[in-house]
């Protein structure tokens, strides 16, 4: 630090020291700021002056470094390593240790200085002193002596121990010299007192106070965490510590053997044992006393002492096994790359061991190890140590294995199972033999399993995933296979849930495979394979493993959008939201977060705002989750376009990988165009007079849904608005709101055609406004002459002077006057009356005054109205002289229609103002008395005065208010006034009463289902009523039935008749007269038919009816017009028309009447017979009996006898007997030769019959079937029973047998006693039972051949032989037919391949299936390639046919299908079953680098290797010849990283992918050449910086180190600046710092660091670079700090010329201004350059952008956007270039006589601009932005549409619009017709819009100009279109657009057109297609 930024920091001051402060890291409490460095004894004193302590500005940065790092392990050695690097020069440095506890001075470990590149200290961890951390102090001697410090807390773990300072590694070591005043340590990690116990030799704890011989001294508070043993003449033998770890939670043992000096003596012998475990290992047992254990050593082959130096070639250790025998293990663990002999030596003797393919010479000793790598080839001589002519030889447990001259013994690829086998080598010395035992070991060793790890690539929730673990036997002899086991974050993993093991075998390599059938998230985690080998060579499995991460990635979600409302176009204005529906896949059975984001169709992001509302992402179920956006009011212009919903899911686990989606919907939207619709006055149906008032309604509907707009509607007459003034009234409702209704009240004074037009509005809030109109076209006829005047009336100023006033009922539209004749023969005339140009008195009070009257004369006189056309009279009137000078005057009010409650009546009487008598006034009726002397009228009078003829005149208004108006009330009203003594005078008013027609309707009760067809006796009745009638009502029936019908001369509201008959056939009308007059009628038909039937008590009764009582009445009705019918007594007497009976004749034809007197006529059944209206008669029986004769009749019995004969006998009760009807099925029984009634009397006091029914029938089928006895008595109460007779019956039926099914049944039985009952098969009986039990037949097992077998069951009774036959069929459930396709899925091309087809069938099968292969024919399977085995095993029902290729092809079908073919009897067809196994023959392995070999620099880039073909999974080596630290190291992975790649990076990199196939071992690799090029922006930690990019400084006022990178190769390179253009490269003060990378292995990179920044260095920066060529390039950034947020602004968008546009922008930070044109993203055109985007002033961060523009006219014009955005907000401005536009629009129409003027303009620069008419040019103007055109119409013109073009002449380009002018002639009268022309017809096409139901009317004005222009014979254009009028049923018209229109000479399509149709008579041509030109063929239509 400098010494201002120490001043800053508050240290102002350096401490004295006082007070016992000593130096260590201290700050004055005092608050003065004194500071005492922990480093100030370095130079001598204790506390530092504030130079020393505050460097001096430029000193260097020092790093200091320790290793290794805490924690260190208890009572252990550790050195510590101290480093440092300064930003010198410097190499070296001063270097000193401190020491450092709570209550202690610092002790100093080395000596005070160590000048060197690093230092180290050797520390003993829990020794008896103070140490909680020791200090390294790094001094730099360049640079001021700047120092930096490093301290290492002690931090220890676990326990151990320690003898004399010194560390006792394990537990093996041993103190051969006596402990008196020493001691040995135990010591842990744990703090606190009195920690650890020792026990003696036997097991005794050793306490302080234990005897003097061994004492025990604990720790003390400030040395914490050890004990120590302290020994004097201690007991030889091994002593235990015991310590508890605090890591651990147990406790740690440890133990130490003490001996004294003298305890070991010289001479030990050896004796040895071979273990083998990963490696060779020798142990040799030390057994008796040895001079000292630390004589024993190790020597190699080259004699020299082995040393273990840390290295794996070598371990060596020696242990202590037995401390009272001092027994040791000395171990060698030697690995096989240094074979030879090695030897071990223990005083004076050795063992020696043989490491190596070679002769042992000179043995010391007999015994000798061979130690053999397994799989290793064994070759052994047994040399000759004597005479050399004596062989030698190799025996194996005695026997001879090989002899020789000398012995060799060879054994090829030693097998791990041949462990510790003992080969003996003999020589034969002087007679003897000398034996050497040579025990050959195996060694397994570490590397014997070489295992690895990999997984599928993208392991995603959902989908499946495996796991391999490869472990291959790197040596081969090994006998046993590996064992594998996985574990999951060390919980062991086993199969289950999802996840099965498979383990496979290729050559030497296993694989398991784990398998995620469904990967979760929650299977993220650290997956282990642990693989095990066991061998007889190893002491226990050797075991080794490999760990692999197994990220999963969340499923991508699947997003759906809904819009609602649900609909293809959406209405602008309106509200809409919509929805992302978000699915997560279920296997994403963790926690995660989902959160979305909305995007509109510019891109940009959308948040709730003014018109947006975004929603929480809300989870609506499992998984599921739902994220809206709600846009109100839609907008045409921002929303129309795309909208995507773009989700993210993640997790907090770190494993649990993040997914994305975005799913889009487009919004296309349309004005929300409002109806139209006008409503005419009906009674003028647009065609009237002028001045007449009429009135036109116009409806406007829009939609409910429109927010935020205004709605409004306004009239034009002929283009022209109208208002609400003079004659015109406007008056609207609901105004604004969805349904407006206005309407116009007004009088058109022209003669002609006009057309008024209702034009709605809707002013959106953010589009254009939406205007539709309707129009009305209105015809004003003339001329006439005029109308007489009306209501005359004479009103006397006085005797002398007469005041006659009249109304004008209609203008004749010319000007009128009038005049007076008066007089006896209407002699005298008055002088004229001047014409009144008031239009407006159309029903106004007209007056005149005739004066100079004389005498009691009488006048006659009428007014004469007179125009140009003529004159007309009123009706004569008359007035006297002597007449009371009184006037009368009538006025209504109201809907003069019965029933309306608003009509008025009003009598007005006018009196002089001079007379003051008032006169007595009467309202008299049409009956001449008081009207309101009628309930409904009520009469109200009041008196007042008003101006009259240039005079005052007082009033009397009577008035009549009829509540309701009556028919009744129509008539002539007379009005007569009296002045007492003078006179009197009256006038009358007629009213006329108009009918509201009644809706009158009559309902039948019951309704009968619609039919009017009634049987007869049925109960009808008729309800007659009318929905709108006022009550009380009237009603009259009249009928066209004949004879006593029951419906005319009704007057009530129902008639009923309860029993129908023929006479009331007929159409029956009902007429309603309601309270007011109004009536109306409706009809109904009846139609009686059907059987007749009896009534009793006027209800219809059963033919046979039983009847009591004296005399007893009932009637017989039918359907029968004729007066026919007759009845006959019990003895057959007819008794018709007699007293008893009368028939009801022509006048009641259908109709009978019986009172019978059963003592007169007798008891008994009487039988009535009458006719249907077909004249069927029918027998009607009427049981008549006397009272008391009613025993109720039963039924009690019902049974089949078929013994000898078939009867059915029916047992019956009651008096009188019953009656007895016999059904069968529901028909009933007739006595014939087939069936016979019997009744038998059993029982007479009960009145028990048998009533029996013999069947005699010589067919079965009358025996067979559901019988029924009905039993009825004489009051029609029956009852009925049933018997069901059945014949052979065979159950089960209608059965289909499976094959294959046992124990089935077939049973047949007889309904009726049988006989005997027999079965048959195929004709020939199988079984037969006597007597009427059931027969059954049972089958085993059922088969396929017994399909269609026919089964016959005979049943032989006393109705004969009966027979069922039987048809068993036989079905096959296809189900059981298994076809399976077996072998393995995937192999590779060039191996041996077999798969088998298995096909099983069901039992029962009598003829095998055949399998075939359908994709191998009988030429393949004949050659040697492929071959077919076909085995059948009938046990299982099973066949399999096998498929051998030898080898398999790349090009052989990889689908292979297995079919099964199976005919039976029991299948009239194949059955054909197919199987495919899909085959995975992979081609040969092909490798590539999917990269481009050139790629810029400050990128995040990678290199990944693909591998096409072969099998995976691959193993990847990625090796490059990159001479600097590139990113490709030893990779084995598919692909590689580089971050920030750059210049170091460049070089050759190959890839290399091995394929384990299961033929081959396959390798391919590939290379490619990476080129850096260009410069970039790179922050580490976050990745590319884009030019103009924002970094952002954190709070703190720093960012991580921020790259400048160039591609070109040279140190030191580049510059920054800052936004006021200072060169801050090299700086190292102020808030942006620059370092070069100064060395070469990373070159062109600038670092750009911040440090405190603030907002005042806000700004854009820029960094100067070269790139590949030495081309210097300037990239630009912004830095920012944290708090910085001005949104950013689009200041302006100009143009000088049209060619370019230029975009300005302010605010900062901000990002690169985007274009658009039309809403679409745009870059210019295709030939100009990229927009340009370049930096004004860099302190404040305006930007400017300039975009080219295309110079043709056409594709010039549109709306651009300039945008920008910022994190803080976003802005846009639009710019419109318009091009040609004709101010008056595309259509205009204008009167005859009239000149009219059109606006042409244009907004480009344009060398000319023209007016054409066709190709004739009428004149034109040069460098003009606008020309007008004057269009001069007269009558004369032959034209009535003509079409002008403007053109405007650019240099690029032309552009022209077009305007259709349309007039009217002033004459209607239709010219000559012209003779018919050759010229071929035109093609007319008639455009409408359907509007629902309407009738096509052509608009009359689309008729004039049609009709004009064919008789004109002149061309109409190229095309017409003619504009239809349609009519609905409310003459509703509207007017639609053409399909097509025509526009710059092409045609397109017009979105409004709905459909087409033909006009009759003329041909219809096919229309022309989008994109067709329009050819200019002058065409004629002849009308």
């Known amino acids: 630090l400098g010494v201002a930024q120490c001043v800053d920091a508050g240290l102002t001051e350096c401490c004295t020291g006082a007070g016992g402060i000593s130096c260590g890291a201290y700050t004055s409490s005092a608050g003065s700021g004194c500071y005492c460095d922990t480093s100030c004894h370095s130079f001598g004193d204790c506390c530092d002056n504030i130079a020393d302590t505050c460097l001096l500005s430029g000193t260097a940065m020092i790093t200091v470094s320790v290793e290794p790092a805490p924690p260190f392990p208890a009572a252990s050695e550790v050195t510590v390593t101290c480093s440092a690097e300064s930003t010198t020069s410097s190499t070296t440095f001063h270097y000193k240790w401190l020491q450092f506890c709570s209550n202690d001075e610092a002790l100093l470990v080395t000596s005070p200085f160590y000048t060197g590149q690093s230092s180290t200290v050797t520390m003993l961890t829990n020794v008896p002193i103070c140490a909680d951390y020791v200090r390294c102090v790094a001094i730099d001697p360049q640079a001021s002596n700047g120092f930096n410090i490093f301290d290492i807390p002690i931090q220890i773990t676990g326990t151990g121990l320690n003898a004399g300072l010194q560390s006792i590694p394990g537990n093996a070591a041993v103190l051969t010299t006596d402990v008196t005043n020493g001691y040995i340590l135990c010591g842990t990690g744990a703090v606190g007192a009195d920690t650890g116990t020792w026990y003696d030799p036997v097991g005794t704890e050793l306490t302080p106070t234990s005897s003097p011989v061994s004492r025990v001294v604990n720790t003390d508070n400030a040395i914490a965490g050890y004990t120590s043993l302290v020994g004097v003449a201690v007991t030889p033998g091994v002593y235990t510590c015991e310590m508890p770890n605090a890591e651990s939670g147990g406790l740690d043992y440890h133990t130490v053997a003490l001996y004294p000096s003298n305890f070991f003596q010289v001479g030990a012998t050896l004796t040895g044992e071979i273990k083998v475990s990963s490696a060779l290992l020798v142990e040799v047992d030390v057994t008796s006393s040895v001079a000292s254990p630390t004589t024993a050593t190790w020597s190699g082959p080259t004699g020299a002492e082995l040393v273990e130096d840390g290295s794996t070639v070598f371990q060596i250790s020696s242990d202590l096994m037995d401390p009272t025998t001092v027994s040791y293990v000395h171990k060698l663990v030697m690995f096989p790359e240094l074979p030879g002999v090695y030897r071990l030596e223990v005083g004076t003797e050795y063992y020696t061991a043989d490491f190596a393919d070679q002769t042992i010479i000179a043995p010391a000793s007999s015994f000798y190890f061979l130690g053999y790598i397994v799989g290793s080839d064994f070759s052994v001589t047994c040399e000759q140590l004597g005479d050399s002519s004596i062989e030698t030889q190799w025996l194996l447990d005695g026997d001879l294995l090989s002899q020789g001259f000398p012995a060799i013994l060879e054994i090829s690829s030693f097998s791990d199972t041949l462990h510790s086998k003992s080969y003996t080598c003999r020589n034969q010395l002087g007679g003897g033999e000398i034996d050497v035992t040579y025990l050959a070991i195996v060694i397994v060793p570490d590397d014997a399993i070489i295992i690895d790890v990999s997984q599928d690539s993208a392991p995603t929730a959902g989908m499946q995933h495996r796991l391999y673990c490869n472990a291959a036997k790197a040596y081969t002899g090994l006998s046993e296979d590996p064992m594998f086991t996985w574990y999951k974050d060390g919980a062991e993993v086993s199969g289950g849930d999802g996840i099965s093991l498979v ?247 022209d003669i002609g055609v006009q057309t008024y037009t209702c034009e709605a509005t809707i002013d959106l809030l953010l589009d254009p406004d939406v205007v539709q109109t309707a129009d009305a076209i209105v015809t004003v006829n003339g001329p006439v002459p005029p109308y007489p005047p009306v209501d005359l009336v004479t009103v006397f100023s006085d005797l002398a002077n007469v005041r006659v006033e009249w109304r004008i009922p209609l203008i004749a539209y010319t000007t009128e006057s009038y005049y007076i004749k008066y007089g006896p023969g209407l002699s005298s005339v008055t002088a004229s009356i001047p014409g009144s140009d008031d239009r407006t008195a159309v029903n106004g009070l007209f007056e005149f005054t005739i004066t100079g009257l004389t005498g009691e004369t009488c006048y006659d006189y009428v007014v004469v109205a007179v125009n140009v056309h003529g004159e007309m009279e009123s009706d004569i009137s008359m007035f006297c002289t002597e007449e009371l000078p009184l006037g009368i005057s009538f006025s209504t009010d109201g809907l003069s229609t019965a029933g ?363 025996y067979l079937g559901t019988f029924t006895c009905l039993a009825s008595d004489f009051q029609a109460n029956g009852v009925e029973q049933s018997i069901t007779i059945e014949g052979v019956n065979i159950v089960p039926s209608n059965r289909i047998y499976i094959v294959g099914s046992r124990n089935e049944n077939l049973t047949c039985s007889s309904g009726v006693d049988a006989y005997q009952i027999e079965w048959y098969y195929e004709g020939s009986q199988i079984d037969i039972s006597i007597g009427s039990a059931p027969l059954t037949l049972s089958f085993d097992l059922v088969t396929d051949v017994m399909n269609g077998a026919q089964y016959t069951c005979r049943v032989t009774s006393v109705i004969g032989v009966q027979e069922m036959t039987y048809n068993l069929s036989v079905a096959i459930n296809i189900e059981e037919i298994e076809v399976s396709v077996i072998g393995e899925v995937m192999t590779d091309a060039g191996c041996d391949y077999s798969v088998q087809c298995i096909t099983s069938f069901p039992e029962g099968i009598t003829i095998l299936p055949i399998s075939s292969w359908l994709h191998i024919t009988e030429s393949d399977l004949n050659g040697t390639r492929i071959t077919n085995e076909e085995t059948v095993y009938l046990a299982n029902r099973t066949i399999v046919l096998t498929l051998d290729y030898s080898p398999i092809l790349a090009n052989d079908k990889m689908g292979i299908t297995c079919q099964a073919n199976l005919t039976t009897p029991a299948r009239p067809y194949k059955i054909i079953r197919t199987t495919e196994l899909s085959l995975t023959i992979h081609p040969e392995l092909d490798v590539t680098i999917d990269a481009s070999p050139t790629q810029n620099v400050a990128i995040d880039f990678q290199l990944p290797c693909v591998a096409i073909g072969g ?77 103009h990019s924002i970094v952002q400084v954190d709070p703190s006022g720093s960012i991580g180190n921020l790259w400048c990178i160039s591609a070109y190769e040279q140190e030191n390179i580049g510059k920054l600046h800052s936004p006021r253009g200072v060169d801050l490269t090299g700086s190292t003060s102020g808030p942006t710092r620059t370092v070069f990378s100064n060395f070469m292995d990373d070159p062109g990179v600038l670092i750009i660091q911040t440090v405190d920044f603030t907002a005042e260095y806000n700004g854009v920066y820029y960094c100067a670079m070269p790139d590949e060529n030495g081309q210097i390039r300037t990239l630009d950034f912004g830095l920012y700090s944290y708090d910085f947020d001005v949104p950013p602004v689009i200041v302006s968008i100009q143009t000088l010329d049209y060619s370019a546009l230029t975009c300005a922008s302010s605010g900062s930070p901000v990002t690169e201004l985007a274009w658009y044109k039309d809403g679409v993203r745009y870059y210019g055109p295709e030939e100009a350059d990229p927009p340009s985007f370049s930096l004004g002033d860099r302190v404040d961060a305006n930007y400017t952008s300039v975009i080219s523009l295309n110079q043709n006219p056409r594709d010039l014009i549109g709306i651009y956007e300039c945008s920008t955005g910022n994190i803080f907000g976003a802005s846009s401005l639009l710019f419109a270039i318009k091009g040609l536009t004709i101010l008056q629009g595309d259509m205009i129409t204008v009167m005859a006589d009239s000149t009219t003027k059109i606006m042409c303009t244009t907004d480009l620069p344009v060398n000319e601009l023209q007016w054409l008419l066709g190709d004739q040019l009428l004149f034109s103007s040069s460098g003009a932005m606008e020309i007008e055109l004057t269009v001069p119409l007269d009558g004369d013109d032959e034209y009535t549409l003509q079409v002008f073009t403007c053109k405007s002449i650019h240099t690029n380009g032309n552009q022209t619009a077009s305007i259709n002018v349309t007039y009217i002639l002033p004459s209607p009268t239709p010219s000559p017709t012209p003779p018919l022309s050759s010229e071929p017809p035109t093609t007319l096409y008639i455009i409408i819009g359907a509007v629902g139901g309407g009738v096509i009317i052509l608009a009359l004005i689309v008729l004039i100009i049609i009709a004009i222009c064919c008789c004109c014979h002149q061309p109409v254009g190229p095309m017409l279109f003619a504009h239809a009028k349609m009519m609905d049923e409310n003459t509703s018209m509207y007017d639609e657009a053409p399909r097509r229109l025509s526009q710059n000479n092409m045609v397109v399509e017009n979105p409004l057109y709905s459909e087409e149709f033909e006009v009759e008579g003329y041909p219809i041509l096919p229309p022309p297609s989008v994109g067709d030109e329009i050819k200019p063929d002058p065409v004629s239509i002849n009308a």
């Not at 009607?1180 to 009613?1190: D, K, Q, S």
């Open 503 to 749: 383990t496979t075998v290729s050559g030497t390599t296993e694989t398991q495979t784990l398998t995620f059938d469904v990967l979760r998230t929650s299977h993220a985690g650290d997956y282990t394979c642990e693989v095990s080998l066991s061998s007889p060579a190893l002491n226990g499995p050797l075991t080794v493993d490999a760990i692999i991460t197994v990220p999963v990635s969340i499923a991508t979600p699947v997003l759906s959008v809904t819009v609602s409302p649900d609909s293809a176009y959406l209405t602008a204005g309106t509200t809409a939201t919509l929805s992302c529906c978000i699915s997560i896949n279920a296997a994403v059975d963790t926690a995660v977060t989902v959160s979305g984001l909305w995007t509109d169709p510019s891109g940009g992001l959308i948040s709730t705002g003014a018109r947006d509302t975004v929603s929480n992402v809300e989870e609506i179920a499992s998984n599921e989750y739902r994220f809206e956006l709600t846009i109100s009011p839609l907008a045409a212009l921002q929303d129309n376009g795309t909208f995507s919903c773009s989700v993210t899911a993640s997790s907090s686990d770190v494993l649990i990988l993040d997914s994305s989606s975005t799913v889009d919907t487009t919004l296309y939207l349309i004005p929300p165009t409002p109806d139209v619709s006008l409503d005419k006055d009906a009674v003028l149906l647009l065609d009237f007079e002028p001045y007449d008032v009429f009135f036109l309604i116009c409806t406007v509907v829009s939609s409910p849904d429109l927010v935020s707009v205004t709605r409004s509607v306004v009239w034009n007459r002929n283009g022209t608005l109208l208002t609400s003034t003079g004659d015109t009234t406007i008056v609207e409702t609901g105004s604004g709101s969805e349904l407006i209704t206005s309407q116009l009240n007004t009088k058109d004074p």
């Open 900 to 1262: 309306y409650n608003n009509f008025v009546l009003t009598c007005k009487v006018l009196e002089e103002e001079a007379i003051t008598t008032i006169p007595i006034i009467q309202f008299l009726g049409p009956d001449g008395n008081n009207a309101d002397l009628d309930p409904e009228i009520t009469l109200t009078s009041t008196q007042g005065s008003e101006p009259f003829g240039g005079m005052i005149v007082t009033t009397y208004t009577l008035q009549l208010s009829f509540d309701p108006l009556k028919t009744s009330h129509g008539g002539n009203y007379t009005c007569a006034a009296e002045l007492r003594n003078i006179g009197s005078t009256s006038g009358a008013y007629t009213v006329v009463v108009a009918i509201d027609p009644l809706d009158v309707m009559i309902t039948r009760i019951p309704d009968n289902d619609g039919s009017n067809q009634y049987l007869p006796g049925s109960s009808l009745t008729l309800s007659c009523s009318a929905a709108n009638a006022i009550d009380p009502q009237q009603y009259s029936w009249t009928s066209t039935c004949s004879g006593v019908c029951f419906v005319p001369g009704s007057d009530t509201q129902n008639v009923s008749r309860s029993a129908l008959r023929a006479a009331d056939n007929g159409v029956h009308t009902c007429t309603i007269t309601d309270y007011v007059g109004n009536y109306g009628s409706a009809s109904t038909t009846v139609e009686v038919t059907g059987r007749p039937v009896i009534l009793y008590n006027d209800s219809p009764q059963p033919m046979n009816i039983l009847l009591l009582g004296d005399p007893v009445y009932f009637e017989g009705v039918s359907a029968s017009t004729l007066s026919v019918g007759t009845v006959r007594d019990p003895l057959f007497n007819d008794i018709t028309n007699t007293e008893f009976v009368t028939i009801g004749g022509s006048d009641n034809p259908g109709y009978l009447n019986a009172s019978i007197s059963p003592s007169t006529t007798g008891q008994g059944m009487y039988r009535v017979t009458m006719q249907d209206e077909n004249g069927t008669p029918y027998e009607l029986l009427v049981g008549i009996f006397p009272p008391g004769y009613n025993v109720p009749i039963n039924i009690t019995d019902l049974r089949e006898k078929a013994t000898t004969s078939f009867l059915l006998i029916c047992t019956t009760t009651g008096s009188p007997p019953a009656s007895i009807e016999w059904n069968k099925d529901g028909y009933a029984v007739e006595e014939s030769a087939e069936y016979s009634f019997l009744q038998e009397l059993i029982d007479a006091p009960t009145a028990t019959f048998t009533n029996s029914l013999l069947v005699t029938s010589a067919y079965v089928e009358a």
């Open 1511 to 1587: 099998i995976p999974p691959f193993q990847y080596q990625w090796s490059s010849n990159c001479s600097r630290d590139c990113f490709v190291t030893n990779q084995t992975t598919s692909f590689v990283n580089a971050y920030a790649l750059r210049l170091k990076d460049e070089g050759t990199f190959t890839c290399e992918v091995v394929d384990v196939a299961p033929c081959e071992v396959r390798i391919q690799s590939y290379s490619l050449n990476i080129n850096v090029k260009g410069v970039g922006l790179y922050l580490e930690g976050a990745g590319p910086v884009e030019p």
